[in-house]
Structure formats: C-alpha cells, structure tokens
C-alpha cells in the first residue's frame, strides 16, 4: 500500500464546493497516516491566496476552506501551487499563505512516479 497520497485541486474562486471537498480528504489521508500533498492548479491556486479562502464556506457538513487548509497546514500536510499557474494570475510567492509553496509540475510528476494514487476535484 502506498504510504503517499495527492490531492489535485482545480478549482476555488469557480467552485469552492470541489476546493472544500478537496480538502475534506486531504485531511483524511492525513488522518490516515500517509504522507499527503495537495497540488493547486489554475483556478485552485487561489485556495493558497492570502485572504481568498476565508470567502469560501459551503456550510454543514463541512467546515469552512480556511479551517480545513489550516487543519491540514498544522498537520503537516503539503501544498504545493503551480508555479505558471500563479504568474497567469499575477499572483507573487508573498501572496500565499504560510506552508504554501510555489512549484512547477515536474514536483507532480516526481510525487505520483513514487506510487502515490491522487484523486482530483
């Protein structure tokens, strides 16, 4: 069994239901003990924006994106944030919240080829 996991999240600002959920089981791998990565893309990175999570809370059963992010964050869990995905936004490496790192997709591909499954929201 694979001692990774990755989450892939494509989405915040257009669909913060898939960034909530996204989250949800990052958090449970997590919980599960495996090593776990999410990786932001396009619209996902600005789950990693200063100020950008806090606006999303889809309501019960789930608990708001900023308290999932911070759970995950505190837990030891990784984010990584497209790099390209950040200079189309315009966004700067200062822009993100602490634990969030900027990274190129070669990371991705470094992180899956170790055997770890990854879900996409």
Not at 73 to 99: F, M, Q, Y
């Amino acid at each position: 069994m694979a001692e990774k996991f990755c989450v892939t999240i494509t989405h915040c600002r257009t669909d913060g239901d898939k960034a909530t959920v996204g989250f949800v089981v990052a958090n449970a791998a997590l919980g599960s003990e495996k090593d776990t990565m999410v990786f932001l893309s396009t619209d996902g990175v600005y789950c990693a924006v200063k100020g950008e999570a806090e606006k999303i809370d889809e309501g019960a059963p789930f608990a708001p994106l900023k308290e999932l992010i911070t759970k995950f964050v505190n837990a030891g869990g990784k984010i990584c944030v497209c790099t390209p995905c950040l200079k189309k936004r315009g966004i700067a490496e200062s822009d993100l919240i602490e634990g969030a790192v900027p990274a190129g997709g070669a990371v991705l591909v470094e992180w899956l080829s170790s055997g770890s499954p990854c879900v996409a929201y």
